[in-house]
């Protein structure tokens, strides 16, 4: 049965989102997250109708694109061990969704409102074996009709970090609800399991790791035709390549590199690839009087040496560290630094901001000596000038930022194995 915290929420939560549709027409944001959600059901009953009823059906959810990579080497594991599973995919954020609406699954859907009859509905359709809930991202209708299901239910990658709301005394109970209705929850840390076992009396808890590092070691071994190219032109060079970079990162990287009396060739990838975004790299870089080539013309008269290559194309960064020496990642002068894993399974030194707290593994990453902290231009001109001209330095804390990624892989099978188990 249903806690009386969970009992409560379905009470007031159709008042709460009653109360954001209506004024849903003065926001942007809230009017597109009603109107993509518009038609979800009408669509999948034509997906699901043509489905095979035998088949055993695993629903995964992710509230976006950085938690779904967590699931893919789940599903390619799930998919050669057994051949008869149906995925569906299901995600909260917009950016998620648009991401990987073309992901092979029965379905790629957002998740409707968590309101009761949704849930039922919802769940009546997949009719899942199985929900695969990636990190976070509770939904407890939808959590509790799965439930009443029959439908086993996974928590994947689940981390409790110190100042999560989860501790807070007022909802503490709330999510002791929640978590109790996961048949298993596998953990990324045994400091995570240790808390879910502790504070929230959830037994059913134990440590496989963060299914990321086989995400970012199985993507590391595939290149695509993309990068392929570009390697001859950074062959026998030392690449500095900037990764996720916003306007802070990008001012902080030209100054110290222009500094530096030995340059590494400089690769630049914004944030986002967007006109807007290209388009201040560039004029930095020509008030700055420094040449640059942008990869889409890309032509044989490029030259590293002379010019800086900004990537304003998709589909690049995360096999673009394969030709790099170091690695700067951006966002660590504002909310938090991206991703640091893509970097570091090549076997290369990192650099990046002080914002890095809400990532355990970048935090992790500095603790092994496989990345360093940088704080305003000084700090990062010393790094460079350390890692762009000591080669032996570079290699060492590459191999520890490698070895860092290749220690904790294998989450990707704990897990798959947990769910073939309960597919019967």
């Not at 954001?20 to 009953?45: D, Q």
């Not at 109708?49 to 967590?70: P, T």
């Not at 570009?230 to 500094?259: C, H, M, Y």
């Amino acid at each position: 049965m249903p806690s009386f915290s969970l009992f409560l929420y379905t009470l007031v939560f159709p008042l709460i989102s009653g109360t954001a549709r209506l004024f849903s027409p003065f926001f942007t944001k809230l009017r597109t997250f009603f109107e993509v959600r518009n038609g979800v059901f009408r669509e999948l009953e034509k997906k699901i109708g043509a489905l095979s009823s035998s088949a055993y059906r695993v629903w995964i959810h992710a509230a976006s694109v950085g938690e779904f990579e967590q699931a893919r080497p789940i599903i390619a594991s799930l998919k050669a061990k057994r051949s008869d599973i149906i995925f569906f995919v299901s995600f909260f954020s917009d950016s998620g969704y648009n991401a990987r609406l073309n992901f092979p699954a029965a379905a790629v859907f957002y998740l409707p409102i968590d309101t009761a009859n949704n849930a039922k509905r919802l769940v009546s359709l997949l009719k899942p074996d199985v929900l695969l809930l990636m990190r976070y991202d509770f939904w407890p209708n939808h959590l509790v009709e799965a439930k009443k299901f029959g439908t086993k239910l996974i928590l994947a990658a689940a981390v409790l970090q110190e100042n999560s709301p989860y501790f807070n005394p007022i909802l503490k109970r709330f999510y002791r609800s929640i978590f109790s209705l996961f048949d298993w929850i596998f953990t990324a840390s045994p400091n995570d399991m240790i808390a879910f076992k502790e504070k929230f009396m959830c037994r059913q808890t134990e440590t496989a790791g963060d299914p990321r590092f086989d995400q970012v070691l199985m993507r590391s071994k595939n290149f695509s035709d993309k990068v392929e190219s570009l390697k001859p032109f950074f062959r026998n060079r030392t690449v500095l390549v900037a990764g996720s970079v916003w306007e802070k990162d990008v001012k902080l990287i030209l100054s110290s590199w222009q500094e530096l009396e030995e340059q590494p060739a400089l690769i630049l990838v914004p944030h986002q690839v967007h006109p807007e975004h290209t388009a201040t790299l560039c004029g930095e870089l020509q008030n700055r009087s420094i040449a640059f080539t942008m990869v889409s013309a890309l032509n044989d008269s490029f030259d590293p040496d002379r010019q800086v290559l900004v990537i304003d194309q998709t589909g690049y960064l995360a096999e673009l560290y394969a030709i790099a020496s170091l690695a700067y990642v951006g966002g660590g002068f504002g909310v938090n630094v991206h991703n640091t894993l893509e970097p570091a399974v090549y076997g290369i030194p990192v650099v990046f901001g002080p914002n890095f707290h809400n990532s355990p593994e970048a935090e992790a990453l500095v603790a092994v000596g496989g990345a360093e902290v940088i704080y305003n231009q000084a700090t990062l001109s010393a790094a460079l000038n350390v890692l762009v001209t000591v080669s032996v330095e570079r290699r060492k804390r590459g191999l520890l930022a490698k070895k860092f990624v290749t220690d904790r892989s294998g989450a990707t099978e704990k897990i798959a194995d947990n769910i073939v188990s309960m597919l019967h």
